[in-house]
């Protein structure tokens, strides 16, 4: 089991942000887009517990900057396998991130209103290499990255519901 935390908080210009890492150039997930978390340890007694402590330790954000507005259903992986329990969180941005440069390339923090527009979408055929025959696959555009993947399916169905200021941020 696996959990990421989807960090959102509302910036001094009103506009709603979500902080997202570029993962380091090395390892199974090799500079992807995606969500602070991990795998569970055996100290983690929920899936809230787990998204906690990894953006913790992955991005310098403490536990005590987070308030957990939900958890959402767990999804599967389609290239490893992992089972992931994504949890909403807002939170209060600390004044500088401090990435773990073995795991963390970069922190992003991302505009929820600029992945809403259209233009910010994409669909690749490159995206999971040995998949036969290849299968289209929707991504967003982020600066010169794309967002694929669990990530993507994570992120989406939340962008309207975030826009729509159905928890407070």
Same mark, same amino acid.
């Given at each position: 089991?696996?959990?990421? =935390? ?10 709603? #942000? ?15 887009? &995606?969500f602070p978390? @991990? ?13 906690? %402590? *990894?953006?913790?330790?992955?991005? @310098?954000?403490? !536990?005590?900057?987070?308030?957990? =507005?939900?958890t959402f ?15 909403? @969180? %807002?939170?209060?941005? +600390? ?10 390339? *970069?922190?992003?923090?991302? +505009?929820?209103?600029?992945? &809403?527009?259209? *233009?910010?979408? @994409? ?5 999971? &290499? ?10 967003? !555009?982020? *600066? ?16 309207? #519901?975030?826009? &729509?200021?159905?928890? +407070?941020?």
């Amino acid at each position: 089991m696996a959990a990421v =935390l989807v960090p959102v908080y509302r910036a001094p210009s009103g506009e709603i #942000r979500v902080v997202l890492i570029r993962r380091a150039e090395r390892g199974r997930h090799a500079g992807q887009i &995606a969500f602070p978390g @991990g795998r569970s340890d055996p100290e983690d007694r929920t899936p809230i517990e787990t998204a906690l %402590r *990894e953006a913790e330790e992955e991005i @310098g954000l403490e !536990r005590e900057r987070v308030e957990v =507005l939900a958890t959402f259903p767990e999804i599967e992986t389609r290239a490893s396998g992992f089972v992931i329990v994504p949890v909403l @969180g %807002r939170i209060r941005r +600390p004044e500088t991130w401090r990435p773990d440069p073995r795991e963390v390339a *970069e922190i992003l923090e991302v +505009p929820v209103a600029s992945l &809403a527009l259209p *233009e910010s979408r @994409g669909e690749a055929l490159d995206l999971v &290499a040995g998949w036969t025959p290849p299968q289209p696959l929707p991504f967003y !555009r982020i *600066e010169s990255h794309r967002l694929w993947g669990a990530t993507f399916r994570i992120l989406e169905p939340l962008i309207p #519901r975030l826009l &729509a200021d159905e928890w +407070p941020v």
